[in-house]
């Protein structure tokens, strides 16, 4: 077989059903190690590609190989390299630069509602479309506005509200053009720094989906990983807590370069707002971290109980919390101070945003 022949490529959204299964490939990234360290897909085998003629023995023969890299150029070089040895492969296209934006999405129904969980893989992010009967609300867009559009439009929703739970510091919003889009209401916290129009949330302010089922603002605000940090609420079945709390962690209160106070708020917020809910209720954050597996077909949730024993924050008293949140905020999620101008409005994006957005989410304490 010819050596161009033994190279193809596989995109994101052809990857991404296979990881979750037993056809799942043997992923092989030829970034250097400490790229890899920093932001990875789940399951990859590192080998830098410098060093990859030497270590070929290490590369299995016998399965399927995908060679994965920043943007596709490296893994294209270490596809060669492999073909040399008559070693087939495909590359991911557009490397992580692609999966930073490949999306999938869970639904299920909650307190008389639909909910559609919109993962955005590579970056962490979850966003949603909650709907019932003809409107819909969309919580924490980013910017590909275009799925939440699609979701609306095979449920026959119409999109009344959009919502962002805070400032974003580590992805672009697309609250804005989704509301600009759809012709919907766009609601947003004024203790977060907006410049632009939007009507100011207060507590306890609801949206009917259908009768007798509402979404409404439940903490305005949950201050602490922002000052403007919202919580929506549906029923006593589900709650959105943002970047409030995570499945793994609690948001980190350092990004206005206040860490002590925002911990102070934090803390308020979680056993104010948060932790006096029911057991029961499906907490739905904005973002999952490494540690967190994500499954096809299953939501990124976890009932509120199985936090509250699990997560040893929420068992500190203030004091230790305030230590313990100031002591394990580590590296700040990249571009992050111009992002936050441009959710705020306060410059305009220049570009689309890819550069601006690679690299993992790190709205969590460690």
Known sequence: MAREELISSISTYGLLPLLDTDDCPYMLDVREIDEVADWQIPGVHNIPLDTLEKRIDEVPRDQHLVVICAMGARARQGAEILARHDVASEVLDGGMG???????????????????????????????????????????????????????????????????????????????????????????????????????????????LKPGVDLRVSSVSVPGHTEGSTMYQLGEHAIFTGDTLFLESVGRPDLADEAEAFAHHLYESLHQRVLPLSDEITVFPAHFGPSVEVHAHEFVARELGSLRYELAALALDEDDFVAWAIANVKDRPGNYKEIVRINAGQVDLEADGVDLEMGPNRCAIA
Do not use: M
Not at 126 to 153: H, K, W
């Open 98 to 208: 692609a999966w930073a934006s490949t999306y999938d999405a869970v639904e299920g129904e909650f307190a008389g509602a639909t909910v559609v969980q919109i993962r955005r893989r590579g970056k962490g992010c979850l966003s949603y479309v909650v709907g019932g009967a003809t409107n819909a609300v969309v919580i924490d867009p980013s910017r590909e506005i275009v799925q939440y559009l699609d979701v609306a439009a095979r449920h026959g929703w119409t999109i009344t509200h959009v919502l962002d739970t805070h400032l974003h510091a580590d992805h672009l919003s697309g609250a804005r053009e989704l509301a600009a889009e759809s012709g919907a209401a766009l609601w947003l916290n004024p203790a977060d720094p907006f410049r632009f129009e939007f009507e100011p949330l207060v507590d306890g302010k609801s949206i009917e």
